[in-house]
């Protein structure tokens, strides 16, 4: 009987640990119209979004988004106005490129500016 409940509670742990693994972490999302400004990195790599309470937050996009420097964008929102790290796209408004966001990271707040 011991060695029964042993297993039992060995299986236990390995599903609860396996659930745990394959459950992806909460993503972070920010409301659009928190947004005040987006402003594209050279390369096409990163999206700095300005929020409305002062933070600044680095998309890492999934790809190099070429056109995104030379034209606007729109959110490829699905259901909400939430923009969510790896859950949603943008598409560039002339070329139709689409891009996929990655992860959220803090961006630094830029130091005021001296008298």
């Known amino acids: 009987m011991k060695k029964f409940l042993t297993g039992l509670c060995l299986a236990a742990a390995a599903a609860a640990l396996t659930l745990a693994l394959a459950t ?18 050279n390369d096409g790599k990163l999206l700095t979004l300005k ?17 995104l420097k030379f034209n606007g964008f ?26 996929l966001l990655g992860r959220f990271e803090q961006g630094k707040t830029p130091a005021p500016k001296a008298p």
């Open 74 to 99: 729109v959110w490829v929102l699905h259901g909400t106005n939430d923009v969510c790290e790896n859950m949603n796209s943008i598409r560039v408004l002339q070329s139709g490129q689409t891009c």
């Open 51 to 67: 929020m409305r309470d002062g933070r600044l937050l680095v998309n890492h996009l999934q790809g190099i988004c070429s056109d």
């Open 24 to 41: 992806p972490a909460q993503a972070l999302c920010v409301s659009e119209r928190d947004i005040v400004n987006t402003t594209p990195s």
